[in-house]
């Protein structure tokens, strides 16, 4: 017996809202330790930006990763009936 699939947007939010919050956290915790224009000298002193710019970038870098991992656990959690199934008779 396999459950019927679940809609697309209900799949959707299961993996970007977790990651969302998560990615939150991160960005809180990393940059209470980094500060985003010293880390912009050590990578790439020759491009301009602004701290919030940095923020910015670095929260959508966290959500990227965690968003990633929520993902590939989606991909791990499917359940097998559905892709285990006899071929059709040649």
Known sequence: MDHPPRPMAQRVGAILWPSFFAAGVA?????????????????????SITPGLGYTIGFFMFWLATASSSLFTWLLLRPASRFNQSLPPK
């Open 27 to 47: 960005t809180m915790v990393f940059f209470a330790l980094v500060d985003p224009l010293q880390l912009r000298d050590m990578t790439f002193p020759e491009v």
